[in-house]
């Protein structure tokens, strides 16, 4: 069974599903979905549309350079039946995915810290930007909490006052 990948998004197009579309040159097109189809014949790049796997490679979102992609690429070629042969390639088919996984990871962990950081440094300066928004808050509170001093004095005296006269 061989499974096609979509020109546009990258995902997997299985045998009997998704549109093919040959052009006049016999090159063949396959989609995964109309979405895709359409997209193509609009003329759009799939580098320049954020859902696409070309998009997220291009601009660092994921991982464009590792080895255990050629592994994948050497599964796509048709070869004779061999018992041996077939349990060999599932072990070798199931380490080289531990080891995409592992790096997957380690690849989102990375960009996370870096995003983090770059998260704080916008919050700091928008902060500094800002800075003169809050500074008013600030006065305003200090200004009402020293408007509320002379008040409860007020209240205070009255209260002592009155508990001298009823004495």
Request: hydrophobic fraction near 30%; proline fraction near 2%.
């Amino acid at each position: 069974m061989r499974l096609e990948k979509c020109y546009i998004c990258s995902s997997t197009v299985y045998p009997g599903h998704g549109i093919e579309f040959v052009r006049n040159d016999a090159k063949v097109f396959r989609f995964c979905r109309s979405k895709c189809r359409k997209t193509f014949h609009m003329k759009r790049n799939p580098r320049y549309l954020r859902w696409t796997k070309a998009y997220r490679k291009s601009h660092g979102k994921e991982m464009a350079i590792d080895s255990t992609f050629e592994f994948e690429r050497k599964r796509q070629r048709i070869q004779r039946y061999d018992r041996e042969l077939v349990g060999k390639t599932i072990q070798a088919i199931q380490k080289v995915d531990a080891v995409r996984v592992k790096r997957e990871k380690d690849f989102y962990k990375s960009k996370m810290k870096q995003a983090k950081k770059q998260e704080q440094r916008t919050a700091v300066r928008e902060l500094e930007k800002g800075i003169n928004l809050i500074e008013p808050d600030i006065l305003r509170v200090k200004e009402s909490v020293r408007a509320r001093e002379p008040v409860q004095q007020g209240v205070a005296l009255v209260e002592r006052d009155q508990s001298n006269t009823s004495n």
